[in-house]
């Protein structure tokens, strides 16, 4: 006898294009321009390998004196050429699955199934936020390090270390001359609430009439797993200015993160198991993702320290030493403010 089941429901290839609704550049760090998505990158992410090189351009050096003409007919100017350079990157392989029993859809009078697969490209979209999150922090140990925090401004310990508008200032001039650069700025909603409390947030519609919140002219991104640090009115929250970049990833218009998304060899999975729950049965859906998610103008250090598990987990990304700038401060269109709300 003919009987319908989730994985007559649910065909594989219909599957992905159905949860590919869930786009991850509904999140506010994409919706920002913070991450961009990255052709290079998806070829990177679908080719072998586990890490590997970025090539991208350098800008035109300024340093550079321009060519004096003259009339002299002898007298050839010689062309200087384009640099470029690499960045090394790692590729992660990551999955998630969820399983429910038969009798639970019936009792519920609702499939869970059904839910699991229509929120599971929101799951995935918050674990990237998670990742970028955790890189951030990465960089952040990696500047303090071994860059002399030329990123950084901590007004923690000054006076009452409040949030103020001029601290954002030191902040995204810690860029020099190139300060203009920063599209976003992603904050802890604790942060976010002075912030409104000091009337420094402009609210604007977007094109669907849906209101954003900007300071400054910068998009603000909230995100309550932004760095934090010890407790009640003593807590010190780290709020990360974005640039939009004014490098590109291997010639193509860049971000301060690229993403790249590869492809599994079975990204979509779903399982019976008949004789579970005494016969009443069990049914298992999963997702398999292979990806890039990779900051400009930092290597990845694979034998920084010791993986985790065989792709870094957001532990091992925060670690300063899996981290190492490559490029000049101005380059990095990213910047850190430490600061209590």
């Given at each position: 006898m003919a009987v319908v089941r989730l994985t007559d429901a649910v065909v594989p290839t219909v599957y992905r294009s159905y949860t590919a609704l869930n786009l991850p550049e509904t999140t506010q760090f994409f919706s920002s321009g913070v991450i961009a998505r990255n052709a290079l990158f998806d070829t990177i992410a679908r080719a072998g390998g586990i890490t590997g090189t970025i090539p991208f351009w350098l800008d035109l050096d300024p340093t550079i004196e321009e060519n004096q003409s003259n009339d002299d007919p002898a007298d050839f100017a010689v062309p200087n050429k384009l640099g470029s350079a690499t960045m090394h990157y790692r590729k992660c392989f990551v999955n998630q699955s969820y399983s429910a029993m038969d009798?639970?859809?019936?009792?519920?009078?609702?499939?869970?199934?059904?839910?699991?697969?229509?929120?599971?490209?929101?799951?995935?979209?918050?674990?990237?936020?998670?990742?970028?999150?955790?890189?951030?922090?990465?960089?952040?140990?990696?500047?303090?390090?071994?860059?002399?925090?030329?990123?950084?401004?901590?007004?923690?310990?000054?006076?009452?270390?409040?949030?103020?508008?001029?601290?954002?200032?030191?902040?995204?001039?810690?860029?020099?001359?190139?300060?203009?650069?920063?599209?976003?700025?992603?904050?802890?909603?604790?942060?976010?609430?002075?912030?409104?409390?000091?009337?420094?947030?402009?609210?604007?519609?977007?094109?669907q009439g849906f209101p954003v919140k900007f300071y400054r002219g910068k998009r603000v991104i909230v995100d309550d797993n932004m760095p934090k640090t010890g407790s009640?009115?003593?807590?010190?929250?780290?709020?990360?200015?974005?640039?939009?970049?004014?490098?590109?990833?291997?010639?193509?218009?860049?971000?301060?993160?690229?993403?790249?998304?590869?492809?599994?060899?079975?990204?979509?999975?779903?399982?019976?198991?008949?004789?579970?729950?005494?016969?009443?049965?069990?049914?298992?859906?999963?997702?398999?993702?292979?990806?890039?998610?990779?900051?400009?103008?930092?290597?990845?250090?694979?034998?920084?320290?010791?993986?985790?598990?065989f792709s870094p987990v957001n532990a091992d990304l925060a670690l300063a030493a899996h981290w190492n700038r490559i490029v000049a401060r101005k380059q990095v269109p990213m910047a850190f403010l430490l600061s209590k709300a």
């Amino acid at each position: 006898m003919a009987v319908v089941r989730l994985t007559d429901a649910v065909v594989p290839t219909v599957y992905r294009s159905y949860t590919a609704l869930n786009l991850p550049e509904t999140t506010q760090f994409f919706s920002s321009g913070v991450i961009a998505r990255n052709a290079l990158f998806d070829t990177i992410a679908r080719a072998g390998g586990i890490t590997g090189t970025i090539p991208f351009w350098l800008d035109l050096d300024p340093t550079i004196e321009e060519n004096q003409s003259n009339d002299d007919p002898a007298d050839f100017a010689v062309p200087n050429k384009l640099g470029s350079a690499t960045m090394h990157y790692r590729k992660c392989f990551v999955n998630q699955s969820y399983s429910a029993m038969d009798l639970v859809a019936e009792l519920a009078g609702s499939s869970p199934m059904q839910r699991i697969r229509n929120r599971f490209g929101v799951y995935w979209q918050r674990r990237d936020q998670r990742r970028l999150i955790a890189t951030v922090a990465g960089i952040y140990a990696d500047n303090l390090a071994n860059d002399g925090g030329d990123m950084i401004v901590n007004i923690s310990a000054v006076s009452d270390g409040i949030f103020t508008a001029e601290s954002t200032i030191d902040a995204e001039f810690t860029m020099g001359d190139a300060a203009g650069s920063f599209v976003a700025i992603a904050v802890h909603s604790q942060v976010l609430a002075r912030m409104e409390k000091n009337d420094l947030i402009d609210v604007i519609p977007d094109s669907q009439g849906f209101p954003v919140k900007f300071y400054r002219g910068k998009r603000v991104i909230v995100d309550d797993n932004m760095p934090k640090t010890g407790s009640g009115l003593s807590t010190v929250y780290t709020s990360v200015f974005f640039g939009a970049g004014a490098f590109g990833f291997g010639g193509v218009e860049g971000h301060e993160f690229a993403l790249g998304e590869g492809t599994p060899m079975n990204p979509v999975w779903v399982e019976r198991v008949e004789q579970a729950g005494q016969g009443g049965g069990q049914e298992s859906i999963g997702e398999r993702r292979t990806l890039i998610l990779h900051p400009f103008g930092f290597d990845w250090i694979e034998a920084g320290a010791a993986i985790t598990e065989f792709s870094p987990v957001n532990a091992d990304l925060a670690l300063a030493a899996h981290w190492n700038r490559i490029v000049a401060r101005k380059q990095v269109p990213m910047a850190f403010l430490l600061s209590k709300a």
